[in-house]
């Protein structure tokens, strides 16, 4: 019998660390929920204060309470207060806390521990964050992507020996046309580079890897 596929309407934070093969130790979930990237929500079986949004702040009503039950409540408006902690003192029954949605705030604060504990995410939040994962690697790659030692000592070599080979550039000489031949070349290319730059790469070329012969 095949293995049954059970679908999930949320995920434990403990099968997110699984899914995403993060190591038990890891800290990377909740750097997640600090970003904003993941969003995960609790219920709790304890009576909540309102909160009325002034000035566009929230305000928790301390002496008044409200029976809320049975309903998935998102942590928001985190205070850090450790590198991997931070404490909410209201909840909202969206994930994002706009126009529309339902404040409450709780008897005690919540660390961040708290919830870590006892939250769950819900599948399309997951998705969300995993679609948000996704175009942040795809940006840091292009970031990332630099040049080995290796691959820079290749370019170093090729752009020398064409210097010197091709355009007559002598590093030694003040009077060498080749810097300047080559930089024509660039911009006949619809490649912009000015003959100081190129005179700079080509000096620090050659301190890299000057010929042997």
């Excluded at 450790?82 to 909202?92: A, G, H, I, R, T």
């Excluded at 590093?171 to 912009?192: V, W, Y």
Aim: glycine residues 6%; contains cysteine.
């Amino acid at each position: 019998m095949p293995a049954l596929k059970i679908p999930r309407k949320y995920w434990t934070l403990a099968e997110l660390r699984g899914k995403w093969k993060l190591p038990p130790e890891s800290p990377d979930l909740q750097r997640l929920v600090m970003d904003g990237i993941l969003k995960p929500c609790l219920m709790l079986a304890t009576d909540l204060h309102p909160v009325v949004v002034q000035d566009g702040q929230a305000v928790v009503l301390r002496d008044q309470l409200q029976a809320v039950s049975g309903r998935w409540l998102y942590p928001v408006y985190p205070k850090q207060v450790e590198p991997f902690n931070c404490v909410y003192e209201c909840l909202s029954d969206m994930a994002l806390p706009v126009e529309g949605s339902t404040l409450w705030g709780v008897p005690v604060p919540l660390t961040l521990d708290d919830v870590m504990r006892s939250a769950v995410v819900m599948a399309d939040d997951v998705q969300a964050a995993e679609a948000e994962l996704r175009k942040e690697g795809a940006r840091r790659n292009i970031e990332d992507d630099e040049l080995s030692v290796k691959q820079e000592r290749t370019r170093d070599k090729m752009l020398v020996s064409l210097a010197v080979e091709t355009l007559g550039w002598e590093p030694a000489s003040d009077r060498s046309n080749g810097a300047t031949r080559l930089a024509e070349i660039a911009e006949g290319l619809g490649l912009k580079v000015s003959v100081n730059a190129v005179k700079e790469h080509l000096r620090l070329a050659w301190e890299r890897c000057t010929p042997s012969v």
